[in-house]
């Protein structure tokens, strides 16, 4: 366990270049911890459960509204989007 650990947040429009930096903070030290955002969108071609994203279903993205679930979350074209609390903490 890191006795004192850094948190990053990495923040932008949509295909700004996220992902980029994200991959190469990854290569210059991979102890690097990235969360997995949940969204209520359509998986694409390609993506997989669980590693590019959670995908979930609206009324579930709601629910955890409700409980306060989320760090944050938005609503980005029509879709919901957001960082689960948990996540933070486990790896904090």
């Known amino acids: 366990m890191i006795s004192n650990p850094l948190l990053i947040v990495i923040s932008g429009p949509s295909g700004v270049g996220k992902d980029t ?3 190469a ?15 209520t969108r359509t998986k694409r071609q390609g993506e997989t ?8 279903a609206q009324d579930e993205f709601k629910l955890m509204i409700d409980h306060g679930d989320f ?6 074209y029509g879709n ?5 609390k948990d996540q933070i903490r486990h790896t904090l």
């Open 71 to 76: 760090l944050e979350w938005a609503k980005v």
């Open 21 to 23: 930096v994200i991959t």
């Open 49 to 56: 459960d669980g590693i590019d994203y959670h995908f979930i």
């Open 25 to 39: 903070i990854k290569k210059l030290n991979n102890s690097i911890y990235h969360t997995i955002t949940s969204t």
């Open 80 to 84: 919901l989007y957001g960082t689960p």
